[in-house]
């Protein structure tokens, strides 16, 4: 069955997206400045949340599945990573990633590579740290996209989550981590944890906080006008779990 609430704030944050009517812009996130192209997810609390929990620790090799706007990546070769990949099937983030990276003095430290999943990374490319921040709502199977950012809110039937468990392994090093977003709001973690152990990977909650939308600030839809408080706010969990091999 379809989560109402979650189709009507993942088309809100769609909205907000597709709002940019086809002009590059900038925004503030985590102190720091960033480019968004037209058809890029935008950086917003939930990047900024996801970006600071990860345990990005010097030296380490980082992998990003999703990289967006480039802001992660950014931030995890700003900490010392000593290398750093992200990935995107959407063409315009690989090219905002990297125009990000140089934005900030980091060009020839972030790598970024349009790719479905892992496709275009080498057989051997392993990494002590591999994070996700997906389409959190799991739409109904029948959902088809209409346009490229849609991907990055929706996934019909977690088939996206599935794949990424099952084609994950060979490029987590020995004693790595996956670190992946998901929501009890929007998404399904307790769906998260079963595909991921079908594929060998056990999860717990590594990090959790609720971000307040007023209703009215999305239309006050009928699913988010049900939920919300006596203030008007609409409660969105976002939650990290953090993953490792069986």
């Not at 900490?79 to 990935?87: A, E, F, K, N, P």
Request: hydrophobic share 40%; charged share 25%; net charge negative.
């Amino acid at each position: 069955m379809e989560n109402a609430l979650a189709a009507e704030v993942g088309d809100w944050l769609l909205s907000r997206t597709e709002g940019s009517d086809g002009a590059r812009s900038t925004t503030t996130l985590m102190g720091m400045r960033w480019d968004v192209l037209p058809g890029v997810w935008r950086p917003n609390p939930g990047t900024r949340l996801f970006t600071s929990w990860l345990p990005l620790a010097e030296g380490s090799r980082f992998l990003e599945v999703g990289c967006a706007a480039g802001v992660t990546c950014v931030v995890a070769a700003k900490s010392g990573c000593t290398r750093v990949v992200g990935l995107d099937v959407v063409p315009a983030a690989t090219e905002n990633t990297r125009r990000n990276a140089a934005r900030h003095g980091l060009a020839g430290r972030v790598e970024a590579l349009t790719s479905d999943l892992f496709a275009e990374l080498d057989p051997d490319d392993e990494f002590d740290l591999v994070c996700s921040n997906p389409p959190l709502v799991r739409a109904p199977e029948s959902r088809r996209h209409a346009t490229e950012v849609e991907r990055s809110v929706f996934d019909p039937g977690y088939a996206l989550h599935r794949r990424f468990f099952q084609e994950v392994r060979p490029h987590l090093a020995d004693g790595g981590r996956i670190y992946m977003l998901t929501s009890e709001t929007l998404g399904d973690p307790a769906g998260l944890r079963s595909l991921a152990a079908d594929a060998g990977f056990s999860g717990r909650v590594y990090r959790s906080e609720s971000i307040g939308i007023p209703a009215v600030l999305m239309g006050s839809p009928p699913a988010a006008t049900a939920a919300a408080d006596e203030q008007g706010v609409v409660h969105v969990d976002f939650t990290m779990f953090e993953f490792q091999r069986h």
